[in-house]
């Protein structure tokens, strides 16, 4: 009888521990806040961010020159050799002008694209319209990039037979094939922030604008634009940061063209610590990028 009453009070004590967790969840927000992010932020922080930083110490390190091994002692030596050879600050420049590049062509065919969906399309084929944007997504970015390959190729590219009546030959291998290219892989990635800021545009704007006497150039530069301008900011980083990255377009249609991600990509097995220097630079480069957007507060209503 005596364990009958203790196995009773111990489940009235564990019912009582539940309740008082449930009501403490309840009443407090941040609790409740850190259970739902603390898990995927700490498996960020664990598998993500800790194999990052262990990457890029190692360009703090330098390479044994007989048996190639990593010499795990610290030297600024690979800092030193990046930031003063020209030819590295050439491939940095170049990279920053080609994201750059690949970024202004995305906001130039996708805001019209997008407020095409949103403002001008029937609500019965925005849906459509917009499986079509994701749906290139869904295909091998190799696949897409090969396909771009025979687009563009000097001679016998589909860019080069439809320029040939012009008198015009195609871009061939090079920066212009990988700017392009790049282009199309990322449009969509620039088409839909753009698309969700202008669906959350009252109509009504517009309108009060055309009843106002404004052309529609004007109310697209001081109604559409400062609105939907943080979605555009947003489609920039992921345009951006993903150009700046890039490695497998420059070589198949780049030619001899040299970004930062194939250099990476040429001394990852043969000299670890100064593949994982250079790939400070992007880095670095997307720091800054999000550095000043922040204090420009592009991103405050998002």
């Known amino acids: 009888m005596a364990s009958i009453t203790d196995v009773d009070r111990t489940d009235r004590a564990h019912r009582s521990v539940r309740r008082r967790l ?38 703090f390190f330098s390479v044994d020159e007989f048996t190639n091994a990593v010499v795990r002692t610290f030297t600024t030596a690979n800092l030193v050799d990046v930031f003063t050879e020209p030819a590295y600050l050439r491939a940095t420049l170049l990279t920053v002008g080609i994201a750059a590049s690949v970024t202004v062509l995305c906001i130039v065919i996708g805001l019209p694209m997008a407020f095409f969906m949103a403002k001008v399309a029937r609500r019965r084929s925005r849906g459509l319209l917009l499986a079509l944007v994701i749906t290139p997504l869904w ?51 620039m088409i839909l922030p753009v698309f969700a800021g202008l669906e959350r545009l009252p109509d009504s704007l517009l309108d009060a604008s055309g ?37 497998i377009t420059a070589q198949i249609v780049g030619g001899k063209v040299q970004m930062l991600g194939n250099i990476v990509y040429q001394n990852y097995a043969a000299n670890l610590p100064f593949a994982a220097t250079i790939a400070l630079i992007p880095i670095a480069i997307m720091l800054v990028y999000l550095a000043v957007i922040r204090r420009s507060g592009a991103l405050d209503n998002l």
């Open 22 to 59: 449930s009501a403490h969840l309840f009443r407090s927000d941040r609790t409740r806040l850190a259970g739902l992010v603390g898990p995927p932020v700490a498996w960020m922080a664990v598998i993500y961010f800790a194999a990052v930083f262990s990457l890029l110490s190692t360009a």
């Open 211 to 247: 009843d106002l006497g404004a052309r529609p150039w004007r109310t697209f530069r001081s109604v559409v634009l400062p609105l939907v301008y943080p979605s555009i900011i947003a489609g920039t980083i992921f345009t951006f940061s993903l150009s700046l990255g890039d490695y």
């Open 139 to 189: 295909a091998s970015y190799l696949v897409k990039v090969y396909a771009w390959q025979a687009m563009v190729q000097p001679g016998r590219g589909v860019i080069a037979w439809m320029l040939q009546p012009f008198g015009l030959d195609g871009p061939g291998f090079g920066r212009v094939a990988i700017v392009l290219t790049l282009t199309y892989l990322w449009l969509p990635y």
